[in-house]
């Protein structure tokens, strides 16, 4: 089945450092990408969609020049989050698909737990 | 756009015993697809269960089932013979046709399978 490789798996790291989550299908080429969040206890909110070769559509409310999304390849996307602060502390998910058919599921990362002191 | 409700915060069911998991949603597409994601403590999204809005019949993957009822927009699953292993949020998701390939999440339920 399709592997997602997601790094790091935990970062802590000092307000106002940019960091810097890495998102690699292993094993096919992904058009698309997606990148979530997750609060303790709740549910995934997706952020952004990430689409090879072009720019990243970002959902309402989320700050495009805080995180930056980057579908540099096939196999590779990265979101950096930028001058992070203590609110941006949180759990960070990436997927991606196969394709365009719909009925196919989202492979999901292992997430990043990202804590801002 | 579409909602997935999923009314059940947190669940318990016994060791071996069947336990139901409730999910609705509203859209107005007719055609799309309906997920069951599992979250353990690990955090790892695993698909437990996944279901075309144009068929039928229900969706079975070994002790997982789902009673679809497209009419009154309910995805319901079904866990039987209950395993420890089980213990996990449970996401119920939305995904659209035309393009948009979007999963729109429940808030999840907790389940507690006890010994």
């Known amino acids: 089945g399709a592997v997602v490789s997601q790094h790091p798996s935990w970062v802590i790291c000092k307000s106002g450092t940019s960091v810097k989550i890495e998102c690699r299908s292993l094993?096919?080429?992904?058009?698309?990408m997606f990148w979530y969040r997750q609060f303790p206890k709740q549910s995934l909110m997706l952020m952004a969609t990430s689409n090879e070769g072009s720019k990243a559509t970002y959902e309402q409310g989320v700050e495009k020049d805080k995180f930056l999304i980057n579908h540099a390849s096939l196999t590779l996307s990265t979101l950096t989050v930028t001058s992070a602060h203590p609110e941006d502390s949180s759990f960070y998910i990436c997927?991606?698909?196969?394709?365009?058919?719909?009925?196919?599921?989202?492979?999901f990362g292992d997430g990043t737990r990202l804590s801002i002191l | 756009a579409q909602t997935v409700t999923q009314s059940q915060p947190e669940m318990s069911v016994q060791e071996a015993e069947t336990v139901t998991l409730s999910c609705t949603y509203d859209?107005?597409?007719?055609?799309?697809?309906l997920f069951w994601y599992k979250q353990p403590p690990s955090r790892q999204m695993i698909l437990v269960i996944r279901q075309e809005a144009y068929k039928q019949q229900n969706a079975t993957e070994n002790r997982f089932s789902v009673n679809f009822q497209k009419a009154a927009k309910s995805f319901s699953l079904k866990i039987s013979d209950s395993q420890l292993g089980d213990a996990a949020m449970y996401f119920c998701?939305?995904?659209?046709?035309?393009?948009?390939?979007?999963?729109?999440f429940g808030k999840g339920t907790k389940l507690t399978v006890n010994p």
């Open positions: 997927s991606f698909s196969k394709g365009t058919v719909s009925n196919q599921p989202q492979h």
């Open positions: 998701a939305y995904r659209g046709q035309g393009g948009s390939e979007k999963l729109v």
């Open positions: 859209t107005s597409e007719s055609d799309y697809y």
């Open positions: 094993d096919f080429q992904a058009t698309t």
